[in-house]
């Protein structure tokens, strides 16, 4: 077995902590004495103990007097200050661990090689960069949230087979029926099928926050959560400048934390119901991302509708995307958003096509 092996492992490990550890990074800690695993763990969740703390206390009592001899393998280098928990770095000490490798570096400004370097002072064998792509990987929303001050942004969409969001007929028809009026009968039209609309739940279950404009709230009536998959709901964040969305709307039924970005001023705060005031110009996607970083939000989904992706793209402010191509012919309706990259990756849900992106920094319209 290799470090790559080991190493792996870890990754494996911290992917099962994810977004319970949320603001935290999710490390996988590994112990290993004589190519044997001793010992495991992952972070626990927010607030609880670190990996490196979960993996020493897996290992068996008649193993323990190995815990000196053994190397640990950690996908985030060990914390070397007070948080909610002890530095890593001393319990790694107190054990008289002699061996350390390390996937990558903590970009957190806390310990930014601190702990490396008190690990090497306290006279361990320290190796750094196994992996280290996989590592950054791994924990990409907490990179992304420290190294460039913002969340991870993943925009989300769905299209017709002829490149639209939603039918024109539809929206016609609501205006020609007075269908505003009736919040609760609104529901979405469904481009996609079952099994990406599941996925698309567990996305949000694995991310912080959710942002949608003003219009597909009114179109949709959508409630943003977790329904069916299972974990946590992500933080609703509805783009409505002049405070058009009524308390009938799902987004202001107070059960999810929701955060309403407008132009309106002193709009008074309830629980789980937030009011930021943000301009509405060219500067409106870095103060979405600027009231999402101070709200400690890690990551986000941007979901529509198709002028608040729009932005985006057009700020070139994403770090990846997420396209759904449906089956249906539509005709006329809202454009989707026009996107120039070239997916990285393809795969099939029955008849729907996804397509994954990755920003690059390299597209024609960023």
């Not at 969340?151 to 007929?169: M, N």
């Not at 567990?202 to 009536?221: F, K, M, P, Y």
């Not at 012919?329 to 996107?339: H, Q, S, V, W």
């Amino acid at each position: 077995m290799t470090h790559e092996n080991f190493m792996q492992r870890c990754l494996d490990l911290a992917e099962n902590g994810m977004r319970a550890a949320m603001p935290n990074p999710s490390v996988g800690a590994v112990l290993v004495h004589d190519g044997r695993i001793i010992g495991e763990g992952h972070t626990s969740p927010y607030g609880g103990p670190h990996g490196e703390v979960n993996c020493i206390n897996s290992v068996k009592e008649q193993d323990r007097h190995l815990i000196p001899d053994a190397t640990l393998y950690v996908s985030l280098e060990p914390c070397s200050h007070y948080g909610k928990t002890p530095p890593c770095c001393d319990l790694i000490i107190k054990h008289q661990i002699k061996n350390v490798v390390v996937g990558t570096a903590d970009p957190h400004e806390k310990v930014s090689g601190n702990g490396i370097r008190k690990l090497k002072e306290a006279g361990k064998n320290v190796t750094v960069g196994i992996l280290e792509k996989e590592c950054r990987g791994s924990n990409r929303r907490f990179f992304t949230f420290h190294e460039k001050q913002r969340p991870h942004i993943i925009l989300k969409w769905a299209e017709s087979a002829d490149g639209f969001l939603s039918p024109q007929k539809r929206s016609l028809d609501s205006l020609i029926n007075g269908e505003h009026d009736n919040v609760e009968d609104k529901k979405p039209v469904w481009i996609t099928n079952p099994y990406s609309r599941q996925l698309v739940h567990r996305w949000r279950s694995e991310e912080a926050a959710i942002v949608v404009g003003t219009q597909t709230v009114l179109d949709d009536n959508p409630q943003l959560g977790v329904r069916d998959w299972t974990g946590p709901n992500p933080v609703r964040v509805v783009l409505d400048r002049q405070n058009h969305i009524t308390d009938n709307y799902f987004v202001k039924n107070l059960k999810i934390k929701t955060i309403v970005l407008t132009a309106q001023h002193n709009l008074p705060n309830l629980d789980n119901l937030l009011y930021e005031t943000v301009p509405f110009d060219e500067r409106l996607p870095n103060a979405i991302l600027e009231v999402l970083h101070r709200h400690g939000l890690l990551s986000v989904i941007i979901e529509g509708g198709r002028q608040t992706l729009q932005t985006f793209i057009d700020a070139g402010l994403w770090d990846e995307a997420r396209v759904f191509k449906g089956t249906a012919i539509l005709k006329a309706g809202t454009k989707a958003p026009e996107f120039k990259a070239a997916a990285n990756e393809r795969h099939t849900l029955q008849e729907d096509q996804l397509l994954i992106y990755r920003n690059n920094g390299k597209h024609d319209n960023i």
